[in-house]
């Protein structure tokens, strides 16, 4: 099953392949770093907002984070600070390709297919909504590393599920933040389901950015 690190590992080679213009060297690039990894990249289920990799039986499927430079991610995340993230279009769009991916390896690897799912900032915070929205995608998936999630208290609100949904989640779902991180800062508080693991930044002056990143996590082994 997917690490911490590797799952940290695959969001970053993420976020570059989304700034490629060109596919086909995106591919490229995405193809080599994942193979330093043990992981192929499958380019026919892979885009800028949803990458999928396999690895064995495992089919790992990360969710980009926020493009600064993309207005349809800038809704997006404040679609989820307010929790009114199931009205909107990219969270329900990355679930019906999650299902996508699902449906090809269920018959590709017979039903031997183990899922896992991770996401960085936006991307976190689409993983943890697809596992409370989607029984199919639920019942499937093993593990969920959601980095530095964006997660306020109206998006908490809005992750409720009941006590036997919640119970199941709390095996598979890991929620990642970095301590002073003011993205995912609500998560220190409570989250509605899932295990929550904080880290301290490596340095002790890190600014805002530097902790929402995402190396904090590569260098964890879980």
Do not use: C, W
Not at 63 to 68: A, D, L, V
Not at 129 to 134: A, D, L, P, Q, Y
């Amino acid at each position: 099953m997917t690490s911490v690190s590797d799952s940290a590992k695959i969001a970053q080679i993420h976020y570059i392949y989304q700034a490629r213009p060109n596919k086909e060297r995106a591919n490229l690039f995405a193809s080599r770093k994942l193979g330093r990894i043990g992981y192929d990249l499958d380019t026919d289920h892979t885009d800028k907002d949803v990458l999928t990799a396999k690895k064995g039986n495992n089919v790992h499927i990360n969710y980009s984070g926020t493009n600064i430079e993309s207005p349809r991610d800038i809704l997006s995340d404040v679609a989820l600070s307010v929790g009114l993230q199931n009205k909107n279009k990219q969270f329900s769009d990355r679930r019906k390709k999650t299902r996508e991916v699902m449906r090809k390896y269920d018959k590709e690897l017979e039903g031997k297919a183990d899922y896992s799912l991770s996401g960085h900032s936006l991307g976190g915070s689409i993983a943890l909504n697809t596992m409370k929205e989607s029984k199919s995608i639920r019942d499937r998936v093993k593990v969920v590393h959601a980095f530095n999630p964006g997660y306020t208290p109206l998006f908490h609100n809005s992750l409720n599920v009941d006590k036997k949904v919640k119970k199941d989640l709390d095996k598979t779902v890991n929620v990642h933040r970095v301590s002073g991180d003011v993205v995912s800062a609500h998560a220190k508080k409570e989250t509605a389901f899932g295990n929550l693991f904080q880290y301290k930044h490596e340095d002790k002056d890190a600014d805002v950015l530097d902790k929402h990143g995402l190396d904090t996590f590569t260098k964890v082994e879980m």
